[in-house]
């Protein structure tokens, strides 16, 4: 197949290109990395010429509900509207488990884009996940006041962002689908202790402390609004499998 990866340098994304690519896809990746910018890009129709699913693996990195909003709802209709006039026959989007438990902050714009994809012109798949284990990197890096790294409070149930990419493919393997069975990791861990292990793993000794995020996002993450309400697929890796793998990387 023909694979347009929207987001495809980005944490998940780089997996999903990896995986296509061990399976034998063509992988066309959409990035600004790639000269593309789809909040602002002309030609797509070209450029999906031929692409048979596209992938929405796109983020933007902030807790604002409008910016959250203007992001993925921009960038799915563009996607929509060139695949529709490529002939694209699948759009699959990943996006996060219990986002409809509290459609805020951030999760307002995925909940924005589900919409979207479920009322679009393409047949669909909309894959929800939880949080990677990659997470409690994304976190060390942005969660930062000054000098100071915050941990914001949260029960999450991660899972590595190489098995999501891996059933993303399965699932454009599969065809359309709709609402796929979500896709969560093999056990339940605490958001503050992954970050202070990732850091303690890259060799900081800093005082990490936890934060409560303010607002009905923030009471989500740490009251288990966002862990799996149903029997989600479980991926195999755990955090500290993951963390112990990364480790042995960069040594
Ligand atoms: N992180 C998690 O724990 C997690 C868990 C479950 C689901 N998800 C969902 O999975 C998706 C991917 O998350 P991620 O953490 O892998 O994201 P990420 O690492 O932040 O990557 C974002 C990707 O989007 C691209 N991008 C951003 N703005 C763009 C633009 N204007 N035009 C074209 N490309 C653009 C980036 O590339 P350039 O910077 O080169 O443009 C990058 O490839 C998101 O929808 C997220 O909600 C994430």
Redesign the pocket.
């Known amino acids: 197949m023909r694979i347009a990866v929207?987001?495809?340098?980005?944490?998940?994304?780089t997996h999903v290109g990896e995986a296509a690519h061990a399976r034998g896809h063509e992988v066309i990746t959409?990035?600004?990395?790639?000269g593309?910018?789809?909040?602002s890009?002309s030609g797509l129709t070209d450029r999906l010429a031929g692409v048979d699913v596209v992938i929405?693996?796109?983020?933007?990195?902030t807790i604002s509900a409008d910016e959250s909003t203007q992001?993925?709802t921009t960038?799915s209709r563009a996607l929509l509207d060139a695949g529709a006039a490529a002939g694209v026959r699948h759009h699959l989007?990943?996006?996060?488990?219990g986002i409809d438990r509290a459609p805020e902050a951030?999760y307002a714009g995925?909940f924005a884009?589900e919409r979207l994809v479920e009322a679009g012109p393409t047949p669909w798949t909309i894959l929800?996940?939880?949080?990677?284990h990659?997470?409690a990197a994304?976190m060390y890096g942005r969660a930062k006041v000054g000098p100071f790294h915050l941990a914001p409070k949260m029960r999450t149930r991660?899972v590595a962002?190489s098995e999501?990419a891996a059933h993303l493919i399965d699932l454009a393997a599969t065809g359309a689908s709709g609402r796929a069975r979500e896709l969560a990791g093999p056990r339940e861990e605490d958001l503050p202790r992954m970050i202070r292990a990732y850091a303690r793993a890259r060799g900081s000794r800093a005082w990490i402390p936890s934060v409560a995020l303010p607002g009905a996002s923030g009471r989500a993450q740490r009251d288990g609004s966002l862990l799996p309400a149903g029997k989600p697929l479980l991926g195999r890796q755990t955090f500290d499998e993951w963390l112990g793998a990364l480790s042995a990387e960069n040594h």
């Open positions: 929207a987001g495809g340098t980005g944490t998940v994304g959409l990035a600004r990395a790639a593309v910018d789809l909040r890009v929405d693996v796109l983020s933007v990195p992001f993925f960038t989007v990943l996006s996060i488990v951030y995925k884009q929800r996940a939880t949080q990677f990659e997470f994304q991660p962002a999501v």
